[in-house]
């Protein structure tokens, strides 16, 4: 008789427990769904690309337009001083054969956001490229900045640090790099 006991004492910690597995799955796909449910807000708040990419539009037009003043605002407090910026601005546009018309396409090909455990972001920084960008002339370029998006402990990065244009020779070999601005030192 005794035998059957401790069988049915098992049989009946074997239910419990199954049960208490089962709910613990439950509770932890809730969570799972809770992380990935934020994770989903940070990218759909603060995606850089996303963000970017209204913003890249609307510089393509200060640069088909030649708007120094403009795009000048744009740099972080570090980039360099206004004057300088706008010299640097006019050797730019001097370096480019006709008239910026249009692009291909945008790619970013570097990017990095920091989170802290907080959920705070410590670092955005991004770049961005107008590929093959065409003249009136029919030159063809890669114009692009780097931008650091946020950077709480120093704000006077945050902005457009670099801007760069990549002119090519007739073959499509790297000729030489004009430069506006200059990269941090975080």
């Not at 001083?81 to 008239?99: A, M, T, Y």
């Not at 790619?107 to 705070?120: A, H, L, Q, V, Y």
């Amino acid at each position: 008789m005794r035998k059957p006991i401790p069988f049915l004492l098992a049989a009946a910690m074997l239910f419990t427990s199954c049960g208490v597995v089962d709910k613990f799955k439950e509770k932890l796909g809730e969570v799972e769904s809770a992380v990935d449910s934020k994770s989903e807000e940070y990218l759909e708040k603060y995606d850089p690309k996303r963000l970017a990419k209204d913003e890249a539009e609307e510089i393509f037009e200060y640069l088909k337009a030649k708007d120094i003043d403009k795009l000048t605002t744009l740099f972080s407090k570090s980039a360099g001083s206004e004057e300088g910026l706008k010299n640097e601005w006019e050797k730019f546009f001097e370096s480019i054969d006709g008239n910026i018309e249009s692009y291909e396409y945008l790619s970013f090909p570097r990017e990095g956001m920091t989170i802290d455990k907080n959920g705070i972001i410590t670092d955005s920084h991004l770049g961005i490229e107008f590929k093959k960008t065409t003249t009136d002339n029919g030159m063809v370029y890669d114009i692009g900045y780097f931008q650091t998006r946020k950077y709480p402990k120093n704000t006077d990065i945050e902005g457009i640090n670099l801007f760069f244009v990549y002119i090519y020779d007739d073959e499509g070999v790297l000729e030489k790099e004009i430069d506006v601005g200059r990269m941090p030192t975080k």
